[in-house]
């Protein structure tokens, strides 16, 4: 009976972590295509490289080595990967905690980070506003358009280039009818309307975790009681 559950917990981790493979591969594609297809500039310079692209593709990779690893111990039945998938995902527990953890701590200095990193973000594109291809006011653009604002606090970041895209209707002649608020507040307001569905998010994947660590060490034992531990 104990050997069945054992089969059963075994296939079951290598079903789990086959699925999480095929997730991991189809973030990592996607993050692929947004990095061909689209240019994204940041907003943000000090977090130049922290796109929406390059987290995809981070975070696909990792999904996929974590699950691949786990997928492979569990089916091989090999205590090395199976060891190495457990401090994995611990550790990706603890970064997580530790990330969470930081941003309720230092949700004022944060918040202030990103105000004055956005301010010269916008002034980046203040500069480069002659050129209409540049990336970085079509992304300003972009989320002007999406979240219904204008500039970092108003339409007055701008100054006398105000873009099209800070319309709240049709700009034409003299009649400017701009949105009034900024980008900053609207995005904030976003962050904490979603808060609540992050913060599930976030303990159903550290649940997620937790089983996984809880099925790798108990095949791991049972693996090291069999003496099987490096049977490939």
Known sequence: MAHK???????????????CFMCGVAV?????????????????????SFN????????????????FLGFLGALKENRCLLLT???LLFLLMLVEL???????????????????????GLDDAKL????????????????????????VKNATDWGEKVPESCCSSKCTGSKTDYWPTGCLSKMKNSFEDNFLTI???????CIIEVLGMCFAMTLFCHISRSGLGYKF
């Open 28 to 48: 990592l594609s996607f993050g692929a295509y947004m990095m061909v297809k689209l240019r994204f500039a940041a907003l943000t310079p000090s977090l130049a």
């Open 199 to 205: 913060g599930i998010s976030v303990i159903v994947l």
């Open 98 to 120: 530790t990330a969470a953890c930081l941003l309720l701590v230092y949700e004022k200095e944060i918040g202030e980070m990103v105000e004055k990193d956005l301010k010269k």
């Open 85 to 87: 998938f457990f401090l």
């Open 128 to 151: 480069q506003a002659g050129n209409s291809t540049t990336d970085l006011l079509s992304d300003w653009d972009l989320v002007q358009t999406t979240f219904e604002c204008c500039g």
């Open 52 to 67: 929406i692209a390059n987290i995809l593709l981070i975070t696909g990779i990792i999904i996929t080595c974590v699950s």
């Open 5 to 19: 559950c054992l089969k059963c917990l075994k296939y079951t981790m290598c079903v789990a972590n086959l699925l």
